[in-house]
Each structure stands twice: as C-alpha cells, then as structure tokens.
C-alpha cells in the first residue's frame, strides 16, 4: 500500500491533471450544454430503438450508416453508446456519457504516447490535451463526429508499438484506424491516406514483416468492406441490400457527405481555395465557426499563443532526431491538413486536426524542460487560460449553449406527454430545428409505429421534414383557435395566441407547456396587457417581455420567465373585472440587466386601497405576491420609481387572479407557470 501511495506522490503532476481533465469533461454532462441538440437527440432516439427494437426509424436493421432525417449520419456513435444506453436507460446524460468517456481515454492514450516518446513529455501532451478548448468542448456533447480523433488516437498507440515480435499490433492497428470510416466521413479520405503515410513511416524502420503486412492489409479490407458495399450502393445501387441482420442503405436523397466535400460541389476549385483560408483561421488564428458548442468567440479551439510551441514542435518532427510517434503524428497533420482544406470547414467537421497540432505544441513545451523558469511559466499560463476558459463556460456561456441546443424544448414535451391523457394530440411548435426528433426522444415509441405513423411530405429531401407522428403534430397552426384542441408545446415568441383566461402555462426555459381551461370551472383569470388601462413614465406597457421588448421574456433574480407584464419606473396600470376578484398570486422585480437601477417600490392597490406594498427593491431581487383581493372589482399594479427612474425596467410575472372565493386563502408558494 505504501509503494502505491510513493507511486502516486512521484506521479502527482500527473494525477492531478487527469483529475482535472476527468471534471473538466464529466461533470455536469446533461446540464453543460444544457437541452439537447437534433443530432444527439437523432443518434440517441435510433440507437435505443436498433437495441431494442432491431431498426431504426427508417426500418433499417442493424444499418452500417443510418439515413437519420434523410441525408445520413455516422452509425459508430449509436453502436458505441448502446451500453450506456442499455444500464442507464434513452437520457441526455447517458447519450453523453460515450463522449465523456473517450475523452477521459483520450487524455490516458495521449498522456501515453507522450511518456513513450520521453519520460517529460508524457506530462507536457497531458498538460496541453487536457486545457485544450476544443477537447473540453467535444467531450460533452454527443455528437457523432467528435469521435473521430480519438479513434485515429488508439490506431496510433497501436501502431506506434509495431515490431516484428509483436504480430498483433499493425493488424490491430490497421483495423481500428479503418474503423474511422464509421465515425465520420471525412475519414473516407483520411483513413486510407494515413494509412498508406504510417505504413511508409514502419516501413522505414523494418517494424513488420511481410506476414504481418499482409494481415493487416487483409483485416482493414475486410472491416472497410461494408462501408464500401454502402458507398458503392449509394453510387450504383437502386435500393437497401440486406446481408443477414445487416443492412446497407441506400438514401432516399443526396447524400450528405457528397455536399461537404468540396470537389464534388459546385464551383469546387474556389470554394476549396476560400475554404483553406477557413481552415488556416480556424487553426493559428483563433477563429471560431459560429456553433456554440465548438468554441467560445475569442477563445477559438486552440490557444492563439501556443503557435511558436507548435512550430517548434513541427520543426523537430521533421528533424532527423525525431521518433517514430513524431513522424506519425506528422503524418496524421498533414493528412488531416490536406482533408480539412478539400472539407467544407466547422471545427468539427476538420476535428482530425487538432490533436496532432496539439502534438506539436507540447513538443514545443517538451522542448523548453531544460529551462525548468521558462517551462512553469509556461504551463502556468497554460492553466491559467483553461481556468478562464472554464469560468466563461461552466458560466454565461452555457446559457448561450444552451439556447442553441432549445433547452426547456425536451422538458416542455415530457411535461406534455405526463399531463395530456393518454391518445389526446398534442401540437408541438416548429421553431426548433428538426422537433420531430426530440419528439421521439421524449416519447420513445416503437420504431415500426413511428413509421407507420410519421406524414413526411417529401421523403427525397436532404432533411426530411416531418409534419407530424402518432399523437405529435407539429407547428402549431391554427390549433389554438379550435376550441377541439387543449395541448401544446410553444416558443415563447408564439405564447402571446394564448390568452391567459383561457389557457393555462407551465414555463421551461425558453418554450411551455400550454393547456386549454375547462371554461365551465375556470376559477382563474390571467392578467393580459389588453386588458389593461393607464400609464407610465416612459415607453409602453409591454406583454411577455421588459418595456420595450414584448415577447422576449424575463430574466430576474437569475431565473427565466416567459409571462408578465413589463412597465417603467413610475407607472399605473388597472383592471376592472366584471366578476369579483377574491386574490392575486405573481412574482415581481426589476430586470437582471437593470444594474443601474437605484430601486422600484410594486404596489398593489383594490378598490383604491393599497393592499400590497413590496417596499423598495433592487436589481436582482425577486418577490413572491400573493394577497387576498376581498371580492374587489379594481386592481391597480402600480410601480414607483426611486430617486431617479434610469434603467427602472420592472416586471410582474405571470399575475393570475382568482375569482371564486374558495382561493381567497392564497398559498404563498412560489407561482407555478415558473420553473
């Protein structure tokens, strides 16, 4: 025991970064990003039903590539995460939970590797794999891509152990980097290209023989030999082929790896020289692509300041004392480089190049161990930025992610399905991209149900849209004015159709679950801007929104709203109801960007009498109101401002009356159209 705890204490620089890059990847995996992209949740919804069900939702069994919404997606992931998926049950966490974990085993093969070459630069490939932006991001989310690299990763570690002695290692190595052809297409490209370079580097160093050469060539034909059979019958073929279990589809449309490759698009000499310039940004410039998910503007997917490292690094890979992890890591960069430039460029789609000019760069770092200052300083700015980095992400950021990746859109439809009674159709609004797909995430049904159910008008399209399955229907159309319909999901651009007389709310984020009053027994009465008579000190009463942003929501107290009503600063506004009205429940305060505020008093007056005063508050608090009306037939929301009115943006949030007078007891629990 005490010889595993010296161990461990030599090993501590290296401990402690594992430890760090585990968290930095694992934790919090369905709240960071929060919601759920249509990628992960089309991977997730047809690997659950292929294990469970044996096809996916096209009816394809056990497909080599899935056709997903039409124009394909990659089938390794869906594979890889059924065991998840079989323990721990179709979640955003367990989708995850493969991205997470091939980027733990990423760091261990990368750190591996690293040590292999020199005993120092073990810590230094750790030190920079396990700050690097692009990393962190890619694993922790599920999409499909983001597997590719470390794919190639292990084909490495296996083919940097190649010798004649070891018979296994170039067959095993051959045969998981041509499984890379199932990870991600442009790989179709690479994975025979560094084929062919590694082979050339072990040539040269007599690191097989003629047997074990011939094996592996042999073992990579035969696992590529589906994937070709694929290619093939999308090229030639008039229809799916099925070889036992197996299916090999043929695509109802183009496919999509046909419109990323540049020389097969339209004006593809151009468009590759534009999209080299993409490539060199993306790279050594810190330039990001837009998605949220791949990088954080300003950040990019690597360190602007690590560039003299990596040429450094790139500059002893080429030299005569370079080893054979370099020349294949040198390879690997160049293939990639050349891919990348004949790809139409995100950071995900040219993902095979990060890891070898992270390489590079921690050989740069490598290089500058004889200068023990020199190296802490720099591997303590190297900390310092994934610290900065990490604030910003774990932090606002993940807001921004998560707004991309519709969060509140899954729990809206599983709130939905929980509360509509069983068959009752529920309409789902079509502002995310592809809703169908969380539909089916949410609802999991039966594939071959699905697909006797799903109305897809045009089935040749690239993306298939899908106008409705089962019970879903989806865009909201002209549902809510049929007095037939009761549920919906909705944005909250599309809440103000919902009349709070008549329809009752449940908030998630950014979108709602909407359900239709019983009219007979409504006891309630949501306070709507029509309703409403009176003034205020500067612009207009605004519905679903602060002053001057109808529409766009709430965020108070650090907590998302999507009803209420917005005024500013000195401001009167009455309802007269002709029925008594016997209490109120809301939630008031001033906007979170209302800094400058110096504070609002919100008063409640009946019948002209004042029945609820808050007191002043400031930015950033957040009040319960629920008092009791006493069969009033006036209520006065009234706002004052404090010594001055500048950025007094303040809000009542969801106000519901009641008038019976069985709820003249209010509780004074917090308003339940929040979450």
Known sequence: MNRWVQRLWRQRTVVALLAAGMALRLLWLGDVPGGLNQDEASIGYDAWAILHHGIDRNGHSWPVHLVAWGSGQNALYAYLAMPFLAFFGLTVSSLRMLAGALGVMALLLFYDLGRRADREMGWCALLLLVTSPWHILASRWALESNILPVVVLAAVCLLARSTPSRTACLPAGCVVLTLAVYAYGPAYLFAPLFLAGSLWVLWRERAFTAGQFGVSLLCAGLVALPMLGFLLNNALGSGDLQVGPFSLPKYPGPARYGSI??????GGLARTLDNARTVLALMFAGADDGMPANAIPGWGAHYVWLLPFGCWGLIHAASRQAGRIDRLFLVWLLCAGLTAVVTEANINRINLV???LLWMSARGFWCLTEHPRLVRAAAGLLLLSCLLFSVRLFGDWNRVMSSAFFAGFRESIEEALARAPAGAAIAVTDEPNMPYITALFVSRPDPASYIRSADIPARDAPFQQVRGFGR???GLGDTPEKPDWRYWVA????????????????????????ERRNSQTACELGVAAQRLSGQQDWGVLSEDGPVGEPGAGFSVGGRRFLRGLGVHGDSRWLIRS????????????ISDDSACSDGMHFVLEADGRAVFDSGQIRSGSLIDVSVALAGATELAFVTLAGPGNACDHGNWLAPVISLCARDAQMRSAGNPETR
């Not at 490759?261 to 339209?266: D, G, K, V």
């Not at 709070?500 to 679950?513: M, T």
């Not at 002709?578 to 305060?589: D, L, N």
């Open 491 to 514: 944005h909250r651009s599309e809440l103000a159709r919902f009349n709070p007389a008549d329809f009752a709310l449940s908030a998630h984020g950014e979108y709602a679950f909407v």
């Open 354 to 356: 990060w890891l070898p």
């Open 578 to 589: 002709p029925r008594p009205m016997y209490a109120i429940r809301a939630q008031a305060g």
């Open 472 to 474: 879903f229907v989806f």
């Open 261 to 266: 490759f540049l020389p097969f698009a339209e």
